[in-house]
């Protein structure tokens, strides 16, 4: 049992030191932005939805 651990955890080493493909860090800003790009656009797009299905609210229930 625990050589069959020791195992896993030496494949497992082996498979990220040597395997893997880690970004560069021009891969890596390149993709940050990427997702802060479009989290700001999709933050506005329902920021924008927000605003028009509360006044169409205000307009169907005024106070």
Do not use: N, R
Request: glycine share 4%.
């Amino acid at each position: 049992m625990i050589k069959k651990f020791i195992k896993y955890c030496q494949t497992c080493y082996d498979e990220l030191a040597h395997k893997v493909t880690w970004p560069t860090y021009k891969e890596l800003t390149g993709s940050a932005v990427l997702v802060l790009t479009a989290s700001v656009i999709i933050a506005l797009v329902v920021f924008a939805m927000d605003k028009i299905f509360e006044t169409l609210m205000g307009i169907v229930y005024p106070s």
